[in-house]
Nanobody
C-alpha cells in the first residue's frame, strides 16, 4: 500500500525556519510529481510547492523566495525548506504525490508560526 509519511512540523517564531520531509513508502516506483499543500483554518487547501522528477520547482506566489522544495528520488523523499516564516504560513501541511494518474496524500503536519 502506497503511503506518504511526513515529519518536521512544529512551532516557530516569525522569521524562523522549519524543514518538512516526506517519504514515499509501499511502491518501487517514483512518484511523477511530489509536493506540498497546506490548509489553514477556515480556508481551502492550496498548493505550496510541487516538483516533477528532474524538473524545476513550482511555487505559490506567497512563498516564492522563502521556501525551497527538493527531491531525492533514490530515497523517495521530498522536502520543503521554509525560511522567513510568517504567521500567515500557519497551517496543516500535506505531502502530495501523483503516480500513474493517482493522487496520494500524507496525514498532514501542523506548522504554527507565532511569537
Amino acid at each position: 500500500q502506497v503511503q506518504l509519511v511526513e515529519s518536521g512540523g512544529g512551532l516557530v517564531q516569525p522569521g524562523g525556519s522549519l524543514r518538512l520531509s516526506c517519504v514515499h513508502v509501499g511502491s518501487i516506483f517514483n512518484m511523477y510529481v511530489m509536493g506540498w499543500y497546506r490548509q489553514a483554518p477556515g480556508k481551502q487547501r492550496e498548493m505550496v510547492a510541487t516538483l516533477k522528477g528532474g524538473g524545476r520547482g513550482e511555487y505559490a506566489d506567497a512563498v516564492k523566495g522563502r521556501f525551497t522544495i527538493s527531491r531525492d528520488n533514490a530515497q523517495k523523499t521530498v522536502s520543503l525548506q521554509m525560511n522567513s516564516l510568517r504567521p500567515e504560513d500557519t497551517a496543516v501541511y500535506y505531502c502530495y504525490g501523483n503516480q500513474e494518474g493517482v493522487d496520494y496524500w500524507g496525514q498532514g503536519t501542523q506548522v504554527t508560526v507565532s511569537s
